[in-house]
């Protein structure tokens, strides 16, 4: 079955770097878009960044020049490096798959930003 597991997140101080990853497994990596989403408390689960089969990315306003999603086709394997780190980015981190029609989802990895 598909399954997708995070991992990287934690307490960070403000403008520090964080480097979420998560692996993948049960369905052609290579033909899936991945993507990370975030939910803050209190508010709903929102788009962070996408990048699709054939390497091309998208961000959400919040997050460009700061976060860089990227994939490992080989490991399975789909990355969110966390650049500049503002209290605002606290939320729990989601991975995403989009694939034959079907969105599957992680557990969740929990970003913390606050000195």
């Known amino acids: 079955q598909v399954q997708l597991v995070e991992s990287g997140g934690g307490l960070v101080q403000p403008g520090g770097s964080l480097r979420l990853s998560c692996a993948a497994s049960g369905f052609t990596f290579s033909s899936a878009v991945m993507s990370w989403y975030r939910q803050a408390p209190g508010k709903e689960r929102e788009l962070v960044a996408y990048i699709t089969n054939y390497g091309g990315r998208n961000y959400a306003d919040s997050v460009k020049g700061r976060f860089t999603i990227s994939r490992d086709i080989f490991k399975h394997a789909v990355y969110l490096q966390m650049n500049s780190l503002k209290p605002e980015d606290t939320a729990v981190y989601y991975c995403?798959?989009?694939?034959?029609?079907?969105?599957?989802w992680g557990q969740g990895t929990q970003v913390t930003v606050s000195s």
């Open positions: 995403n798959a989009n694939y034959s029609g079907n969105r599957y």
